[in-house]
Structure formats: C-alpha cells, structure tokens
C-alpha cells in the first residue's frame, strides 16, 4: 500500500513537471497560504487539519509554522527598518522602544505628563482615606459629601455606611495608585 502512495505521488509530481510547474510550495507562499487559512478559520486547529485544509506537505507546514513562530517572536522585540537611498534599499534591524522597556519610574513620569499632569479631586479624597486607613466600615470616617465622592460611590470605589465613608477593593487599588503617580499626595494629606 505504502508503494501505491508513492507511486502516485511520482505520477503526479511527473505530471507536474510536464505542465512546467514546480512540485515544491515556495515557503514564502506556503507560509501565506498558512496565514490565510487560519485567519479564515479563526480557532485554533491542529498541524493534521492544517496540511487538510491547505493540502500543502506535512514537512512544509511543520517547517512554515517554526519559522512563523520565530519571525513573531523576533519581530516582538524588533522592528525592520527599510531606508531607500540612491537606488539602494538599506535594511537593518532596531530593538523595540516600548514604554515597558522604560524604567518605572520614567513611565510613570510619562503618563503623568501626558496624561494626568495635576491629581483629580478623586485622587486626593481616594488617597486622603487610604493613608487614613479607612478601608472598612470599622474605620469609615466622616465627611461632608461632594460631587467626587457621589462620583466614586457610583463607581464602587467607596461606600457610605452609619460611620462614614470607607474604601471598596477598588477604591483601594486606585488609591495605591494616585499615590505611586502623585507621591506629593502624602505629604499634602499627612
């Protein structure tokens, strides 16, 4: 039976060689071919259903999907850069510049000066009862309602009880970090 198989495969690899066709997928068209399917299917298949569904070699899907795999994993931490110049095409690889390869400290000074350049009257009453530790109803503290606080019991970030007011875990959360973004919050609150 195995020489059946490959009886036929001679057969037909003659029958493409007489059209003037190449019996071989290119890599780069079989890795389209690859990217298209599984775009189309759009949920995870396995290597078998793949060779099916494309009807390219086992080989050469095994060998189109190590090197996708690579060139992802490459072209995550680095970018090509195509310059034209005089004719020529110059090509070279640069590391990724992300703000998560930037120290904390410069991405927080970042987002802060983009971003939230002076704390909201949120963050000050969030930090205020954070730093005053009331984070449950036993340390609520009293205190004369205002449009922000409505605000953040609205968002579940506080709650209002017989006491007073108190944070929820993500009042908490939030609180901890107006005061990683705002570390001047402790000294005007203290």
Do not use: W
């Amino acid at each position: 039976m195995a020489n059946r198989s490959y009886m036929a495969r001679q057969k037909q690899e003659l029958a493409i060689k007489k059209r003037g066709e190449s019996a071989r997928t290119p890599i780069i068209t079989a890795c389209g071919i690859i990217l298209r399917t599984l775009k189309k299917e759009g949920k995870p298949v396995t290597i078998s259903e793949l060779v099916r569904m494309t009807e390219l070699n086992r080989k050469t899907v095994d060998k189109c999907t190590e090197f996708l795999q690579f060139i992802q994993k490459e072209l995550e931490r680095n970018k090509i850069v195509l310059n034209e110049m005089n004719h020529l095409k110059l090509m070279k690889l640069e590391p990724r510049v992300g703000m998560l390869s930037l120290p904390e400290k410069t991405q927080r000074l970042i987002i802060r000066t983009l971003y939230y350049p002076e704390p909201s009257e949120e963050a000050y009453l969030l930090a205020h009862l954070y730093l005053r530790k009331a984070v449950d109803p036993e340390h609520a503290i009293r205190m004369p309602k205002t449009k922000p606080m409505r605000k953040l019991i609205k968002q579940g970030q506080i709650l209002e009880s017989r006491k007073g007011i108190y944070l929820l875990s993500e009042g908490i959360t939030a609180a901890k970090g107006s005061l990683i973004i705002y570390p001047e919050l402790k000294s005007t609150i203290e």
